[in-house]
């Protein structure tokens, strides 16, 4: 999977999307540190260990730099950044019954917003998993790249 390019000065407003999953009584928030346990174990339980670690990363930056998707206090998705690697977006994930809402766009777009808040002007997205979501969400432009990236170092 290719890693992708976001221009952070061109991000689409998150705030109608926002306002559609409030109505639906789905809110999106910074986790917090008494979150961390529940947020890995979400992660481990619904997308593997990989990403639970990635999570554990996230919550060690100040501010925590994880964005959560709660209704009725359950937890439905996250999205993190700056984790593996400086400037980088994800791993995140939604719960499969409940994609399609706008909640995994959600989660991305106040992702990119907090890296933008951070400083920088350009974010990328990591062996990029649906390419086409995210060329449309965040016009996000694939890197050619001949050479490996950030996660061919995993043992």
């Not at 390019?5 to 409030?22: A, T």
Request: glycine content about 10%; hydrophobic content about 40%.
């Amino acid at each position: 999977m290719p890693d992708m390019l976001v221009n952070l000065y061109r991000l689409p407003s998150n705030q109608e999307n926002l306002e559609k999953l409030r109505q639906k009584g789905i809110v999106i928030h910074r986790a917090l540190a008494p979150d961390r346990h529940k947020v890995m174990q979400f992660a481990r339980e619904h997308f593997g260990e990989g990403w639970a670690s990635e999570v554990s990363a996230a919550f060690s930056n100040q501010p925590v730099s994880c964005f959560i998707a709660v209704r009725d206090r359950q937890l439905l998705g996250f999205a993190c950044y700056d984790a593996t690697a400086k400037d980088y977006f994800g791993p995140t994930g939604v719960l499969e019954e409940e994609r399609g809402q706008g909640i995994g766009l959600a989660l991305l777009l106040q992702s990119m917003e907090g890296l933008r808040e951070m400083g920088y002007g350009y974010a990328i997205i990591g062996a990029a998993g649906p390419v086409g979501f995210y060329e449309k969400c965040c016009h996000a432009q694939v890197i050619e790249q001949d050479t490996p990236n950030v996660y061919s170092r995993m043992i």
